[in-house]
């Protein structure tokens, strides 16, 4: 699938498909999200969807994403969870270490893998596996997603050749810069708390 087929699909179908697939992504399959973003950014630029709007919807819907993987995680157990990671050819290490941030950092382990990404599956069904703390968890969620889809909305801006679009709206772009690196930094600060009790 390309940019400019999955751009026709949201020309035709607007916010419930990346709605959709987002949704889809954020229970850990994998897909074309970032495609999706570009497409949306391209769209953005042109005026036909609006950056807070599209980086609400990739927030929302990957975060409700993640509590279907997490209960296909606490329903399946760890039967479902290797067959998937083994589907996936994801290493044993990139389990391991899904596990060992779940131990070390419980609920936020799930924002860690959302940045880094090749974690990202182990980390959702692992923590309905593991029983991790549903509240915690939906936390963790909401802020790694939060700063991924910012990251990937703006990527899409750029990628839609807008620095007029960018200039025209510098102050958002600013705001929305400084909450992620807040957000980022609070996050970087409990880890390391954490880190140094562990």
Do not use: C
Request: zero cysteines; glycine letters at 14%; a positive charge.
């Amino acid at each position: 699938m390309t940019t400019v087929q999955v751009r026709d699909l949201l020309v035709l179908y607007g916010y419930p498909m990346l709605f959709l697939a987002s949704l889809i992504e954020g229970t850990g399959m994998p897909g074309p999200i970032e495609l999706f973003f570009l497409a949306s950014g391209f769209l953005i630029a042109r005026g036909d969807m609006m950056l807070v709007v599209v980086w609400a919807i990739g927030t929302t819907g990957n975060v409700l994403g993640n509590l279907v993987g997490y209960g296909i995680g606490r329903w399946g157990g760890r039967p479902l969870f290797y067959r998937v990671v083994r589907r996936l050819h994801l290493k044993q290490t990139a389990v391991e270490r899904a596990e060992r941030w779940f131990k070390s950092f419980g609920g936020m382990a799930q924002a860690i893998s959302r940045l880094v990404g090749v974690t990202r599956t182990p980390a959702i069904l692992g923590a309905g596996v593991m029983h991790a703390p549903l509240l915690p968890f939906i936390i963790g969620s909401l802020i790694g997603d939060a700063i991924w889809s910012m990251f990937w909305t703006l990527a899409g801006v750029g990628v839609g050749a807008n620095m007029p679009f960018v200039r025209e709206h510098e102050s958002l772009a600013i705001a929305l810069a400084i909450a992620v690196i807040v957000v980022g930094g609070a996050v970087w600060y409990i880890l390391q708390r954490r880190l140094r009790r562990t």
